[in-house]
């Protein structure tokens, strides 16, 4: 065997034959030497045809090197700053829908027709009177009247006509306003805590409005009010995989499906704080947007604190003894919350320490004094938490971008400042991003919520 090898490695293997018969492996030797021959003929007018460019390019550049250093200096830094930095990514502009008046509703229009549904007995009506009256929830926030239906129970048709008004609204008034066209959007995720169907939300979007087939699509479901912040995170990863792309971010919840219709005191409060909202989000890795972008993302920090049990069950999605479902809520939510919010702070602290602006989910008027009360806040650092929940009531996920439209209404952002968002979901969750104005930003005359 390794006189073989050694035969091989010295000129290949010469084979005798017997007298008269054809010599194939001769035959073969000869065929690879022409073959070779003309390889070499072939490689020489190669070498003959590019020789003399080069040999030109190479004179011309010694020529005239001291002109063309500084350009291609330049140039050379230029591609070492695309290649080497990290991908920003940029938000091009935001959408809030806001329903049609018809659907706005008092306190005193709720309780009315919460009596006339029969669906509630008198302490549950009272129950609610009273948390109505406490909320800091104003008089023009907005409700489907579907759920006050005598009777009603949860059911996907009614899930899918809000969620197709207020998903669509959004995004059509964001479309408008950043003009981009919907085949060049390469990633959608959408968040959606209660409503999960199939096919999905997510889909839904594809479908209506017949966006590319190889979109990047995710939809996430039954992580809350702090999944807006989530679907960002999971938005900023997928542009940072697909560079140059634009990413739709929609967040939402549908209250016909976290409305409860039954008598149990413990799922009632939900129903008087959430209300219909949507917003959509377009974001881009794309260099050349920062020039038009509103903002720039700069921190995202996402905190949970789901391996303890009472943090995991302080907010939970739960069934009467009649099979009604609703929203439970447990009186260690604020505690749990003050913790998860501490631990949040901790961590963004060492990354983002100041901030101009504060957009704190607006759950309700009591987490928000104690958010103030906690972080020591003033009433100016509270004030777009404060009008959103007044004007629009809980929103969900949504609410922290009706609070930054609040600011960009009132003319408060300017260039560089920083604005900190927090939202807080089941789980339990905390989570915060911090975004950087790239300019200062005038009140949108059409896609603003707060406008009249």
Request: hydrophobic share 40%; charged share 20%.
């Amino acid at each position: 065997m390794e006189k073989e090898a050694t035969k091989m490695m010295n000129g290949g293997v010469k084979s005798k034959s017997p007298k008269g018969s054809p010599n194939f492996l001769g035959y073969v030797n000869m065929r690879y030497v022409k073959l070779g021959y003309i390889y070499l003929l072939s490689l020489s007018r190669t070498f003959c045809f590019f020789i003399p460019p080069f040999l030109l390019l190479f004179i011309f550049v010694y020529r005239f090197l001291p002109i063309l250093a500084f350009p291609l200096s330049i140039f050379y830094l230029l591609l070492i700053y695309h290649f080497l930095t990290p991908s920003s990514v940029f938000l091009l502009d935001f959408s809030c829908y806001r329903p049609p008046d018809h659907l706005k509703i008092t306190k005193s229009d709720f309780i009315e027709l919460a009596m006339k549904s029969g669906n509630f007995n008198e302490t549950a009506i009272e129950l609610q009177r009273k948390v109505l009256d406490q909320s800091g929830i104003g008089e023009e926030s907005y409700m489907p009247r579907v759920v006050f239906k005598p009777g009603h129970r949860v059911n996907l048709r009614d899930g899918r006509e809000e969620a197709a008004m207020v998903i669509f609204g959004a995004i059509d008034e964001l479309l408008a306003a950043t003009k981009i066209n919907v085949k060049h959007i390469k990633i959608l995720v959408l968040n959606c805590g209660v409503l999960n169907t199939t096919p999905s939300l997510s889909a839904m979007v594809i479908n209506h409005y017949k966006l590319r087939h190889n979109t990047e699509s995710y939809n996430l479901g039954g992580m809350g009010c702090s999944a807006g912040i989530i679907a960002i995170d999971l938005a900023k990863d997928l542009l940072n995989a697909h560079q140059g792309s634009y990413a739709l971010v929609v967040s939402t919840e549908i209250v016909s499906f976290t409305w409860y219709s039954g008598n149990d005191v413990a799922l009632l409060p939900p129903n008087c704080f959430f209300r219909m909202g949507a917003a959509a989000i377009m974001l881009s890795s794309r260099r050349i947007d920062r020039w038009r972008a509103k903002y720039q993302l700069m921190q995202l920090v996402r905190t949970h604190k789901g391996m303890d049990d009472t943090s995991y069950k302080s907010i939970e999605l739960r069934e009467d003894r009649d099979g009604k479902q609703g929203l439970y809520v447990s009186r260690d939510v604020m505690e749990v919350g003050r913790h998860a919010l501490k631990a949040n702070i901790a961590t963004l602290g060492r990354l983002e320490p100041s901030f101009e602006h504060l957009c704190v989910l607006a759950s309700s008027k009591k987490v928000l004094d104690e958010i103030q009360k906690d972080l020591k806040l003033t009433e100016e650092n509270m004030e777009a938490s404060r009008q959103t929940f007044e004007r629009f009531g809980n929103t969900s996920s949504s609410s922290i971008w009706y609070e930054l439209a609040y600011l960009e209404h009132k003319g408060k952002m300017k260039r560089d400042d920083r604005v900190w968002q927090i939202g807080f979901g089941s789980g339990f969750k905390c989570n915060s991003v911090v975004w950087k104005a790239l300019k200062n930003i005038d009140s949108p005359r059409h896609n603003n919520p707060w406008n009249l």
